[in-house]
């Protein structure tokens, strides 16, 4: 049964990079930021198949131009180690076409994201060199009702055994406690819940498609399987391996396929010798 290929990641300031950038890069498109008063460029590249953002039914309707959706995001956030946004890159089936590979991500985020409050901003990119693959940029942060963005976080206040505010008899001011984040975006289960959503996308179109094929979302140690998944190479180690160039990451890979090549083999030869040991006691 194969696994799934999907990483997530966040864009923050804390590691300098900018959710403008990535959102440019994704949509191979130039837009300018205005927290960096940079422009960043990315359309000499040639493998954008689909792009679109989709919006829960509240959101201003000018958030469906990339550079408008995150520059106010760059603009909210004022901190500098503000978690910006998340990204998530999914591998998608060779077997599938790009019309369906469209229709398939557009459903994935529509349930998983969008309907949570998210914002997504999807793009589609294949260079058909056998990966294509799907990005989704999603905001951080919740919309209200006006569309406004919302706070991720709000105040605990520390409360008496009658329900009433404790207040510090130093400051004058009222005790707080942990604060409460606003949505659950960032708990471990949804990583989970993700995964599994595309994975079950994926087989509804393998059975949609007429494809016999099954996929999962749990990896191959929690299978059981004494099998090693390969490493996601990223956009900048393909380029380089697109120019015939050798890098650790794709060497490792290769390692990885001709050790659990090498398992394969080992298994079948068992598996056989097994069978031929069966064979030869009904003989007798």
């Known amino acids: 049964m194969e696994v799934i290929s999907l990483h997530i990641d966040i864009i923050s300031r804390r590691t300098g990079r900018s959710a403008i950038q990535m959102a440019a ?4 498109d130039k837009l300018y930021s205005d927290y960096t008063g ?3 460029d990315y359309t000499d590249r040639q493998d954008l198949v689909y ?3 989709i919006l829960p039914d509240y959101a201003p309707d000018t958030f469906r131009n990339s550079e408008v959706l995150w520059n106010s995001v760059e603009k ?7 978690r910006l946004a998340r990204t998530v890159i999914i591998a998608l089936p060779k077997e599938l076409s790009h019309s369906s590979h469209i229709q398939m991500v557009r459903q994935y985020a ?5 309907q949570q409050g998210m914002c997504a901003d999807i793009s589609i990119h294949d260079k058909g060199d056998g990966n294509p693959h799907a990005h989704i940029l999603l905001t951080t942060r919740s919309l209200d009702r006006d569309g406004k963005w919302m706070c991720k976080q709000r105040k605990n206040y520390l409360l008496d055994k ?7 008899s130093v400051t004058r001011q009222y005790k707080l406690g942990r604060s409460i984040k606003t949505t659950d975006w960032d708990e ?5 819940e993700w995964r599994k959503g595309w994975a079950r996308v994926c087989q509804s179109w393998f059975e949609r498609c007429g494809i016999s094929k099954e996929i999962t979302h749990i990896s191959y140690a929690r299978q059981g399987l004494d099998r090693e998944p390969t490493i996601h190479l ?3 180690v393909k380029a380089l391996e697109d120019r015939g160039l050798l890098t650790d990451r794709s060497k490792k890979n290769r390692d990885i396929k001709m050790r659990n090549h090498e398992r394969d083999r080992l298994i079948f030869r068992e598996h056989m010798e097994k069978d031929r040991e069966r064979g030869w006691e009904r003989d007798r």
């Open 25 to 28: 890069y994704c949509s191979r």
């Open 38 to 40: 940079k422009s960043y």
């Open 51 to 53: 792009h679109e953002i």
């Open 76 to 82: 909210i956030e004022k901190s500098k180690n503000a």
């Open 110 to 114: 529509q349930e998983f994201f969008v």
């Open 162 to 168: 009658n329900g009433n505010r404790v207040r510090d």
């Open 188 to 192: 471990p289960e949804r990583v989970e």
């Open 234 to 236: 990223g956009a900048r």
